[in-house]
Structure formats: structure tokens, C-alpha cells
């Protein structure tokens, strides 16, 4: 069997560049990359990342449990960490756990059994005392956790007052934050505590659509019931800030259904600039997360943990509003 | 450090059942699994996967190879793979290769180098060639390679004929196929086979849009453009078979903006049945692939294959036909 110096020999190269090659660590060029793959295809020659992570006690390997893959915010989120962890040399285990609290259990110790790197934790439901005690460490986008190594979210706050200036500035006089979270305290949550901050202090008056929101409707993204029934008991309503795209793309469903024309008579601000929001008709005015950059920020705080650096347990970037035809 | 052995008295149950827990292999009750976790965190267990993997030289692990991953129907399909995994054992490495060649040339390696039981690569435009010689079973999804182990696809044809017939018989004298597929020859190229073929039979008046399709376009997923030109060009369209949901909701945008109604002056059917597909206004009416069972199908042709037991080089699912608002 090919060894590694067999490889450096066949291609000119030094053992330390073929190596850098593998590890996909350090500037490479393209034509050295080539160069390197093309002779260890001709050669056979099979790197054998198990052996070597036995002997190191981990893998470059990233844990990542999102509570829905086929929701467009996570679709997107898990895109760009799968680009961040590529970028550094990093590859993406995969884990849906479909907001069931023993399946994000078991892919917790999963991800330990598999010695990877360290967990990114994507939003989610599950009871925080699991997270207790992990010996590898733990990054959350969009949830915060008194156990985990540090968070990562955007500014949920601003976003919020954003919504309620533009509304305001749109002429809206009575409007309504729409919200799926659940029972859970989520730092989505201050989407809602900025959205209300800048009613009171504009005179914006601000509907209350109640406590009654019910859990499965985030784990169904299935909002249609409980939008028709707050478009029925607030017919004053001129101006909906909901907290994601998806939930928007169902207001304007609903709304046309009922014949209500927006922005004409309700405006509409939704939150994430997901895929979603500008495939809509019309497309979605909405509080864009810089999901990219959030990607980046966890994978880059899940890396330094590993090596013993410190990292800010808590990270917030901004956010932006994306005019679309919804306002 | 806590052995295997130390889990099975804590808990009162063999070795071969917490095994089996541990290996998520055969049918455990809930109850026993949360017995075996919970022993496994107070004794502070921890199976090492790499050093068991080290020794049968394979992991549990699928590599999974996706061109986009925020695309509706990639995300759908992936959430399905995670799923059928779980429920088999097995985990997901996931790679993203954004249809760059080389990209997807280095995941082949980083699959082969982590030891994966084997890759399922779905759909991308990534060269034939480099696929031969793999040691581990390659399993596609709507992709046929001649050097591939199994290929699960779904009713292209079929599907093209579904919505030619529907669309013959909402009343459409002026058709045409609008896709967004690139130069590579894929099962995807059959829905257009179909819905002519249909089209001919039936003497139902099918549109060229001709053959400048810029592989560019499936690459930024935007047909804004496109789809403009098109409908400048043949003003006498009055039903549209769009080969992806993600145009159909273009194909809404744009009629939205030129005061063309949907569906009474234009009815549109789309393909795929991503989440896109009922978050429109109006909802897509659109050809519906078996998502779910053709990644239950991917998943296990990948564990038959990799038991050497002969497997199907090529099997396909049927469609259906889902209709709502655009016809």
C-alpha cells in the first residue's frame, strides 16, 4: 500500500505540503491540490483518518443538531456552516432532531462516542439540564444555555425595533407581532420585547394576541389556523411584524385568500431573509440575520474552545432590514 | 473509566442489550434506552466509536453529497436521508459541493479517507469519471452514473406526463417547459420527455423555448430573467410545466408583476413538492416525488451494498400529481 512519502516523491512535493494537502490546512493552490489527488489516485494511496484520529482522541469533525433541516432558515444556517467548517479544515455530522427531546439526547452522546471537535446546538427545544457535564465543546446560534461554551446570535432586540420604526414610518397605526416560538425562553424572544419597546415609546399602538400559542405549531410550521383566527378577532389590524419568513409567506396566503390586499391595507415585516422571502408574491419585507457571518463566528468560538483558548460565551451581530413588496 | 461491562450490572441488563443501545441496532424499547443513557451518564461511559470503527475499518457513517443544500428540494430530501439513517444506525457526514467539480471531487476523498460506509451523491453536475474506482458503495439519487451502485430516481417521464395531461385538460392550447437544468445529461431531462411526448400525442401545442440554457442559472437558482424573456417571446403561452417548484414560484413572481393572472391566464405546474410548493400565494400546483421513500430506498441499497448483497443498479418511484391554486 502507497504511503505518504510515496505520494511527495510522485509529485515533487514535500511530505509537509502533501500532508497540508490532506489535513486541508494552510494556503494550498489549486494546482498543488490537483497535483496531490491526482497522485494519490494513480497510487492508491488511501489516508486513513480513523487511525489518526484514534491516536489524536478527536476528529475534525463538527456535531450539528438543527430542530428542522427542511425549514429555509436552517436550510441556509446549515449551509454556511457547512461552508465555515470546509473552510477550516472541518467536516459537518449531521442530526435533525425534529424537536424531540430523547432523540437531541442521543445524538449528544453520539456526537461524544464519535469524538468530534465540539457540538453546534441550532436553536431548539430541548431541556437545557442535558447539556450539562459535556466534555467537548458546545456552541449555540440562536439559543443560549447557562452549560454551554459560548452563543452566537443575531441581534434579536434590533430587529425587533427595526420592525415597529418601519411600520411606523409606513403609516401603520395598530399592529401585531406574530410569533411561533414555544414555551422554551429563546433569545428570539426579543424580537418581541424590541418590537414592543418601540411601539411604547413611538405611541404605536400594539395588539396583544395572547398566550396561547401552541407548541406543535412551531414543530408543524403550520400557521394558517392561528393567523385566520387573529385576522379575525383584530379586524383593526394595519401593520403584522412576524417572527419568520415562513410564518409571513402564510399571512399573505391567508390575507389573499380573504381578499385583504398587501401592503395596500396590512403591511408585513418578516424575520431571517431566508430563501423564502423573496420567492413570495409579494416578496417579503424582512429583518435579515447575517447567517453567514453567524456561521463563521460559531465554527470559528468551536475551534479556539477546542484549543483550550477562551471564547466570549455570548456573540451578537446585527441585523438589517431588507425592503421588499410587503411594505 | 466506566466499561461496558459497568453499564450492564448498573442497569441490570446484558451486555449484548446495552450493545445493541449503543449500537442503535434491532428494537429497544424507549424505556431501555433511557435506562442505558442514563447509567452511561452517571458512570460517565464513553464508547469509543473510533477505536471500534478503527478495527472493523468502517464507521457508521453515510457521506452525503448535495449541491445546494438551501435549495427547498435538497433540504426536504436531506431532512429525509437524516431521518432514514437514524432509523438504520447509521450517521450523516454532509458535504456541500455548490456543482463545483473539484469541490466534490475533494468530498469523494474525505469520505473515503473518514472510512464512510459509503456516499450518496444527489443530483450535481460533477464530471462521470471521477467516480470510478471508488471502494465504497456509491448510491445517487435522481443522478444515473455508469460507475454508480444503485441510482433511485422517480418517475421523470411519468411526471411529464402528469402535468401535460393536467394541463390539456384545464384547457391549455399554447404550452411549454420551462427547466433550469444544466448541460449534464440527467434523469431530470426525462420530464421534459414526457410532457412533449404527451404533448403530441394528444395535439396539444408545445412551445421550443430553445436550447440557451446557462448552466450559471441552476447554479444562482435566480430565472428571473429567463423566465422574462420567455414570456416576452411567446406571448400566446397559456400553461407553463416549470421543472422545479423554485421556478414555478418565479413564474408567480413575474406574471404577478406584468398583470398576468395565475391560473385564469396562465396555469402553472411545478415539480418536486418542496416546502416552497404550499408557501406560495397561490400554492403551487406541482408533480410530487416520493422524497421520503426514495431516501428510505437510497439508504438501504447503500447498507445492502455494503453487506455485498446484490442490489438494483436502478430503481424508480412513481409521482403524483398535487394540485392547488396556479391551475
Redesign the interface.
Known sequence: MATLKDVAKETGLTVSTVSRV?N?RGYIS?NT??KV?DA??RL?Y??????R??SK?T?N?IG?IVP?????YF??L??SL??AA?QNGY??????SRERD??E??YM??C????VAGIILCSGSVETERFR?L?VPLVTIERFLEYGTSAVECDNRQGGRLAAQHLLECGCTNVIYLSGENAVSMPADDRALGFMELCGQEGLHCLDPGKEIDARLYASLDYHAYIEKILTEFPEIDGIFASSD?IA??V??IC?KRGIKIPEQIRLVGFDDS??AS?????ITTIRQPVREMAEMAVRMLIRAERKEIVPNRTTLPVTLIRRETT
Not at 488511501?46 to 487511525?51: F, K, R, S
Not at 467536516?91 to 435533525?96: A, C, H, I, P
Open positions: 490532506l486541508n489549486s491540490r490537483e489527488y494519490m489516485k492508491n488511501q489516508p486513513n483518518e480513523l487511525a484520529s484514534l482522541q476528529t469533525t450539528v428542522h433541516i427542511d425549514h429555509p436550510a441556509r446549515l449551509s457547512e461552508t470546509y467536516k459537518l455530522l449531521l442530526f435533525n430523547e432523540k439526547d442521543e452522546e453520539m461524544k462516542a464519535s469524538r457535564d466534555n415562513v409567506a402564510q399573505i396566503q389573499s430563501s423564502i420567492l413570495t408574491t409579494p416578496g
